[in-house]
């Protein structure tokens, strides 16, 4: 019988397995990974350089950046945080870089550097790894039945199967609730975009607000051929990921194109300008310094300051305050995309990521339902689950 069964070989189930057999050398660790090769997404991760983590070392603040999480990932970041991680690979020789955004990447800027140092250490230390092994059941105990009739019996098992349905179909054989699994980052679709002719053209600070709802969230927003993109739009995907897919992504979005300055304000400025310049025109005056093609399409008048009415000037406030768009579909973001949705996080000991409801069960990574915004939480949520799950797996 096997000390300890791993499925799968993405950047849970890869940082668990070297985990174990590094805490327990004496111990039997296999690792089963369905497909030919070993982390596929950390491979096409962050266009190919692997967002690593994220430069954030304080645990209170970094559970910010998980819409579903954070409270039991507060705890589990006081044990394995982006600081253990980043020391991690630098002793395996991987030293790593920050951005100005605060994500960081393999100073190779080459997924593969990650890859070669996940696989080389597992090696190491002596994980068993098998690839093109198809799990196809599991019974508690645990005997694991393939697709060619085989079958293994292991006395310890951590589930790190990501969003497949494969894993979610055993946690629920085991004893386990899975929250319906639904799609997070993504950007928004808006059909008949008056401002597609801007495709390409950001903002460095909007805020976006979804109607009927509590959600908004502010930050640089790119303007598509589709719809919105960039920071603003993954965050409130993010964040609002249930409710939009409840609502068949179909919702009226508001966008609040100079969220620093106030609608009274700023129609406090258009008055002193009109007052100050009345020969002048405000299209030719952009006075809040939006890009020109931005302004120009969102204020096409092109009379002069003195022939506004005061209001045209409110008019103009409140439109640059909640301008209103019509949301119908969501496209994947190709950077980076998630599962809101698995195993229910109440169920889990996020101390040792053991299983509430079935002893010597173990989870690590997106299976559960955990996920961060963009940015190298994701896989920070990895090596943090995957390393307790590990640690705590052959523990007595
Ligand atoms: C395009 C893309 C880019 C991304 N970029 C980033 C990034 O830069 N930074 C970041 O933080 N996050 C990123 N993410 C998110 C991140 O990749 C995931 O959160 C992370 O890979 C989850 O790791 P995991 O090990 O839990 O699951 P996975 O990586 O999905 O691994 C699960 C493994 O289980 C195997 N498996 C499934 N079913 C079975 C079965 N029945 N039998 C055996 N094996 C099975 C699968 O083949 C797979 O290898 C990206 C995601 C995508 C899709």
Redesign the pocket.
Known sequence: MIDLVV???????MFAAIQAKTAHPEASVVL????AV?L???R???GGR??VTHACFEPRKLVEFYPRGSKELLGAFHRFSPRQTVDWFEARGVKLKVEADGRMFPVSDCSETIIEALVGEAKRVGVEIRTL???KRIMKGFSIGFQDGKVLECKRLIL?????K??YLWAEGLGHTIVPPVPSLFTFNVPLFALQELSGVSVAEARLSLAGTRHSQTGPLLITHFGFSGPAALKLSAWAARDLFEREYKADLFVDWLPGISVEEMYGRLVDLKGATPQRSLLAENPFRLPKQLWKTLFSNPRRLGDLSLKDLRHLASKLHSDSYRVEGKTTN?????TCGGVERREVDFRSMESKVCPHLFF????LDVDGLTG???????WTTGYLAGRASLGL
């Open positions: 499925i799968g070989g993405g950047a849970a189930g089963l990974e369905k497909s070993l596929a997404k950390v096409v991760s962050g692997c967002n092994q198809r799990v790190a199967t990501g969003s497949g494969d894993g190709k950077e980076e995309f998630v690590a990574g997106e299976i190298g939480f994701n896989f920070q949520n990895a």
